[in-house]
């Protein structure tokens, strides 16, 4: 798919989570003020991990989400709610089912922050669906 910010055709969410399976692998959906638009389906613990310089907004679809915090209260999201973890801030995500999330940052946010696991993905891999 192209990577092109003016795009013609309006997206439908829905749609776009029926095209993969995978847990914990974003799929970007669109680039706007050098910001990703990426989808994700989640079910069970991600690993702790925080991004450095980048803010991460979380919104969840479908479904529902707890953020656990480090140094703060732990939030739990269910559908249309949203949380924005400020930058530097040690997060772990966790959905005891699948849960849908829409995820917006920077196109420099790394996956995994500075944390390097194996279930890290290089930005430069993320797909486009």
């Known amino acids: 798919m192209s990577k092109t910010v003016m795009n013609p055709d309006p ?4 749609t776009k989570f029926e095209l993969f399976d995978e ?10 003020n050098n910001q990703y638009v990426k989808l994700a389906k989640l079910k ?3 690993i ?14 479908k479904g ?3 953020l656990k ?3 703060r ?12 973890v400020p930058a530097g801030v040690d997060h772990l995500p966790v959905a005891k089912e699948e849960c849908w999330v829409m995820l917006i940052e920077p ?4 996956h995994t922050g500075s944390t390097q696991t194996g279930r890290s993905v290089k930005t430069e891999d993320q797909e486009w669906i």
């Open 11 to 14: 997206k439908r969410i829905i």
């Open 23 to 32: 847990y914990w692998t974003h799929k970007i959906i669109a680039e706007f």
């Open 44 to 46: 069970g613990k991600f």
């Open 48 to 61: 702790w991990h925080a991004h450095e310089h980048e803010d991460e907004l979380f919104y969840i679809v």
């Open 64 to 66: 529902s989400l707890m």
């Open 69 to 71: 915090f480090r140094d």
């Open 73 to 84: 209260n732990d939030v739990n999201l269910t559908e249309g709610e949203m949380y924005i």
């Open 107 to 110: 196109k420099s946010t790394f």
